[in-house]
């Protein structure tokens, strides 16, 4: 499998195989480089494939949690129904107690506080 250049005919043997060997060893660098770059796309991939599988556990951890939600609810529209299943005459009748409500807690990421007087602002010590 002597294939010499077109341009160059007259070299002899000894030269043509030294080219050919330059060539192939040139085709192999190039192979080399190519390879280099693939593993590095490949573990890029493998990288964002973890980052992947990490949310994925995150969202399982969320709804493995959601049957727990489900039956507090149901715990708290059974204590409701029963409440007013129960018939009291009206003349032993308490007032009703208030319904639970929802708080809003401020936590380290707020920006604003409010001071006593109701304005906002960042310093609340005078």
């Given amino acids: 499998m002597s ?17 050919q060997k330059q060539q192939e060893y040139a085709g192999l ?7 280099a770059e ?7 991939l493998a990288e964002m494939s973890n980052i992947m599988a990490d949310g994925g556990e995150a969202v399982g951890g969320v709804l493995r949690n959601w049957p727990h939600v489900f039956s507090i609810l149901n715990l708290f529209a059974q204590q409701q129904a029963e409440r007013s299943d129960t018939s009291i005459p009206e ?6 107690e208030p319904l639970p409500v929802l708080v809003r807690l401020p936590y380290g990421g707020e920006t604003t506080t409010s001071s006593k007087d109701g304005t906002s602002g960042q310093d609340i010590t005078r």
């Avoid at 693939?38 to 890029?44: G, M, S, Y």
């Fill in 3 to 19: 294939s010499s250049r077109p341009s160059q005919p007259n070299l002899p043997p000894s030269l043509q195989i030294l080219y």
């Fill in 29 to 35: 660098q190039a192979l080399r480089e190519a390879s």
């Fill in 38 to 44: 693939l593993v590095q796309r490949v573990e890029k």
């Fill in 91 to 96: 003349d032993e009748q308490d007032e009703p």
